[in-house]
């Protein structure tokens, strides 16, 4: 491990590691098949920043309304003790809940330290799963950690992790709508792989503490804005699904240190800055780098990797470049200009071309006479 | 997709420009359609923030809302709206015709044309479906009374997007998915859903290449995402400052106005842009010669319009909240039929579209080698007329002995597949000449296959066949397994005898009064 950990480092260069958090470790489940992503996810790489410094700048903004309005969501469900979010699970998901106790974990007597408070967290945790019997608890802000690449990682702590009956449930608040019992299709499967996050994440404490994995509910309580209103409304999902995917995910970077075999022995992704506040290496030495790891470059990219601007422009003249259709379609033909030779037959195809090859020959064939001479 | 398209894809990125897919223009355009640019708040669950609508691409109005989230100006917004495309919508009700009844049916009258909303994209249909949503339940009078206006705007608006997901219908249309349907672009199918780069490759400015104008799309800066959302910079650098300017206190009536103003001013910037590519993206369509079937889908519009405008003036209730099962059933059973049916008629109406099928083997293209027009059929009690033609096709097929086919260009006509056989290509130069351009290498000799079938239908009632209605030799035709003719509804129970399964029988659908006064914040 830390021979593995020392290469991830070299990667890195001299700056600290990126810290995860549910969103960043839920993003890892889309394209697993990119080489290059998972390297920088594993070393901990500024993907945003390396992306501005050679030359591609990420296309995520947050708008400032969007913020302003999670942020007073959340504090709505969450007032006076969460009375609202109670409310809810009391009345709509029908929880027999008594009266409960409200643990804050935010700042542990004054401090913020994450190791601290991430002790806090166990014992508290602990001292819950001992009692068991019917109280309810509410734990705001627990401070979780998960290995991600054989490294602890915190988990940001914008969750409630609410124990009934010896059970916990993470409850998610989001600040997309749900009008007439449907939301967003992308956002709730956002939503449901990040809360899978945090549901792997307190298995995993608990685990540490001898109890089981049922210990900690399948079903997650999604609190969002109900219609056109600020009025919240609770749903439970179901992320089983989700865990699953996430965990075949982080089994994968674990073995992470085959894929960095693969890779030339002196890369290095540094982002080390010089006296000056720049970087001190040229971004084309950089980029140059970048390239000499494989990607997956898929157009969905363009909705969740920071590097995706980048790999577009490696990938301009790929199939891959035009979608999973048009590269599913033209199968082991990589490259617009092989297509384009197989279909006018100024290239020979390899064997196993031979089927795209054929039906581009029919296609060029068929756009030649129903377009005249242009095509 | 297919190999067709994807080719298609694969020449626009080499010739740097968006490549035809389709010869013909398979979309009604209407000759004053209302375009309509929405803008939302980000964050908000449909916050109107700005449209820029009208039917004259000369004279659009802006409409503004200058608190967004103040429940008051959305209304104001949403009462605006309403008056500029309430009063489109019903300027079809001017005039009528009359549709004569077949088969014993009597005749009947409908709007003689019907109302077109274009909007940028996919996303700005499912805003005009919240926006539907969350005015059509209002009242004019009670509690929270509304402008009378809007909740016939939201009924209208919820209409024209479920009317959207009809397959064909053209009422409203994103402009992104009516030009992608006839170019194929050198970027992907997600990226075709941003108008501006889509536009960029199908009609660059003069001297840029569509790959050159496409990458320029991309700035937010000069194309400005086409709504509903926002550009993210725009709001945290802009618009937040002039939401902020718009909210002081109003001791002073100037101030205010000049932040109106202002506010106004900045969001013309961010749908102007896009305003201009719609009305552009609507000339190069026209710019294509109709196809034949659109005008029959146009009509399917217009009785759908008609029977609507019906319902409305017989005070019926808004739609629904949600479909009850059997409905929610029958409808999607609807719009799968419609979906196949659709791509059939485009399919007969475009031999570009038609070529994807002949590429998959569905459809042919040859020539008639051979005719009997005058052979009967006398194995059965009376004899027949049914002619055999052969047509030799270099296609290759993907269809049985015994499939019936029909021609696009007779479409009355069936004709049953007898035999196929493979036949030798022509001796002589000949053969090199059906593969285009001299010079290329290792092209093989394309297969031919000679095709004979039994024709049945369209020749008249005699024993003999109509002149010109049995293909003659030399004449080329093309025929296919597609065919877009009425296919039977399955069956589905009545609404009081939805099963168990799916709940039962549904409760009849009463608009609340919780309904007219629901939150809007």
Known sequence: MNDIDAQLGRIRGDVPPLAHNARSIAALTSNPGCARRAIMDAAGIDKPRLASYIGFPAPFGQSQFAITRGNAFEAQVKANGCAELLRLLREQLGLPIPEVSYDDLEEVGGQRSQLVRHTRTRSLLTRAVRAGGDAGTLFDHPLLRLEVGGRPVYLEPDLIAFQLGGRFHVVEIKSFAVIDGQADGDKVAAAAIQSAVYVLAMRDLLAELGTGPEAVADEVVLVCPENFSNRPVATLLDVRKQLTVLRRQLSRLARIDSLVGLQPPGLTFDLELDQAGAPHRAAAELADDVHAVPARYAPECLASCEMCFFCRDEASGLTAALGRAVADDLGAVHSVQMALGLADGTITPADDQAEAAALLREAARLRRECLGATA | ?521
């Open chain 2, 1 to 521: 997709m297919t190999t067709l398209t994807s080719l298609a894809r694969a020449q626009a990125v080499a010739t740097g420009m968006a490549q035809p897919v389709c010869t013909r223009r398979h979309v009604h355009l209407s000759d004053r359609p209302l375009v309509l640019v929405p803008l939302a708040l980000a964050g908000e669950a449909n916050a109107p923030l700005a449209a820029l609508v009208g039917d004259d691409p000369q004279a659009g109005r802006l409409l503004v809302v200058s608190q967004p989230r103040n429940r008051d100006r959305r209304f104001a917004f949403a009462a605006d709206l309403a008056r500029i495309v309430v009063s489109y919508v019903e300027g079809y009700y001017s005039s009528v015709q009359t549709v004569p009844g077949g088969r014993g049916q009597e005749d009947r009258i409908r709007f003689a044309d019907a109302p077109q909303l274009l909007v940028p994209n996919p996303a700005c249909i499912g805003f005009v479906r919240m926006l539907g949503r969350s005015t059509r339940f209002r009242r004019p009078s009670g509690e929270y009374a509304v402008d009378p206006a809007v909740p016939v705007l939201g009924r209208w608006l919820s209409y024209f997007a479920e009317r959207a997901e009809h397959p064909g219908s053209c009422l409203l249309l994103a402009a992104t998915d009516a030009v992608a349907l006839h170019w194929a672009s050198g970027q992907s199918s997600v990226e075709d859903l941003n108008l501006a780069t889509l536009m960029g490759w199908i009609d660059p400015p003069a001297g840029m290449t569509g790959a050159a104008a496409a990458a320029a799309g991309e700035d937010p800066v000069t194309w400005p995402p086409a709504g509903p959302a926002t550009d993210p910079t725009f709001d945290n650098e802009v618009l937040a400052q002039l939401i902020a300017a718009c909210d002081r206190p109003d001791d002073d009536a100037r101030a205010r106005q000049r932040a109106e103003a202002a506010l106004q001013a900045a969001l013309m910037t961010q749908v102007a842009p896009t305003w201009r590519l719609i009305w552009r993206a609507i000339g190069l369509l026209r710019g294509l010669p109709e196809a034949s079937r659109v005008a029959a889908r146009w009509d399917a519009d217009k009785d759908s319009f008609t029977s609507y405008a019906d319902w409305l003036r017989d005070d019926g209730p808004p739609q629904a909240r949600r479909d009850a099962a059997v409905a929610a059933a029958r409808r999607l059973s609807w719009l799968e039929r419609s979906q196949a049916s659709y791509a059939a008629q485009r399919a007969l109406d475009d031999p570009l579209v038609m070529a994807e099928y002949r590429l998959a083997g569905e459809a042919f293209a040859g020539t008639v080698t051979a005719a009997e027009p005058g052979r009967l059929d006398s194995s059965g009690r009376r004899r027949k007329l049914r002619p055999l033609i052969t047509v030799v096709t270099e296609d290759s097929l993907r269809m049985d002995a015994g499939a019936t086919l029909v021609s696009p260009s007779r479409p009355s006509q069936q004709a049953r597949v007898v035999s196929m056989a493979v036949v030798p290509p022509p001796p002589g130069p000949a053969a090199a000449a059906g593969q285009g351009s001299a010079g290329l290498v290792s092209a093989p000799p394309l297969r031919r296959t000679e095709v004979v079938l039994e024709l049945s239908g369209g020749m008249g009632r005699a024993l003999w066949a109509e002149p010109g209605s049995v293909p003659e030799p030399g004449e080329r035709l093309c025929y296919t397994t597609l065919t877009d003719s009425y296919q039977p509804a399955s069956s589905f129970p009545d609404r009081e005898h939805t099963p168990w399964t799916h709940g039962g029988p549904p409760p009849e659908y009463v608009p609340a009064d919780e309904d007219a006064s629901e939150a809007w914040s």
